[in-house]
């Protein structure tokens, strides 16, 4: 059995150990070249996996929604949610349907302020490549004990885009049709 101390050329500075009979002459006197080969194989496949997810990070840090694109799909998102709740059939007290001809179009007008209203009803955390929304709405009363529903909504954002993760409706109980 033969020692030897490292070299400079070794990329791991240990002991090489050959062992006589074990490897030919000629793969024995390459054994450091390949160690020192295969070290630098190992390290451009780490380096390129670290560019990668570093690049991937960066790119859902740029395309991360901020707050005026949440106030939008709320507002679009209300829409639709009040648009269905409000505006149906026996959905709002006979006084108010007196009133409002065009439900429908009334709500759909007020997209941008019913966003507006949820982006100053909602906490915003911001982790960079992503954003949690919690948005709590509603539970307000009008006209003699007509209650608004309660809704909270968990969203989330990232990579240019919005998910909603949960949503809650907790009915108020003093609701009058």
């Known amino acids: 059995m033969t020692v030897r101390t490292p070299s400079r050329h070794d990329s791991c500075h240990c002991l090489l150990v050959r062992f006589s009979g074990l490897l030919p002459p000629a793969a024995a006197s ?3 070249q390949l160690r ?11 380096a390129l996996g670290l560019g990668l997810v570093a690049a991937t990070g960066f790119g859902l840090f740029l395309t991360n929604p901020g707050p005026a694109a949440f106030e939008e799909f709320a507002g679009e998102r209300l829409t639709a949610v009040l648009v269905e709740e409000l505006c149906g059939e026996n959905s709002l ?12 179009s009334l709500v759909r007008s007020q997209s941008r ?9 909602s906490r915003r955390r911001d982790f960079g490549i992503l954003t949690l929304y919690r948005t709590d709405l509603g539970g307000q009363t009008f006209l003699s004990g007509w209650t608004l529903p309660r ?23 003093g609701r009058q049709p």
């Open 30 to 32: 390459r054994a450091p």
């Open 36 to 46: 020192t080969r295969a070290a630098r194989a190992a390290a451009s496949r780490v």
């Open 93 to 104: 007290p006979m006084m108010i349907r007196l009133v409002i001809r065009d439900c429908r």
């Open 113 to 121: 302020t019913l966003g507006r209203l949820a982006s100053l009803q």
């Open 151 to 173: 809704y909270r909504t968990l969203t989330l954002a990232a990579a240019g885009r919005f998910l909603v993760l949960t949503t809650d409706r907790e009915e108020s109980p």
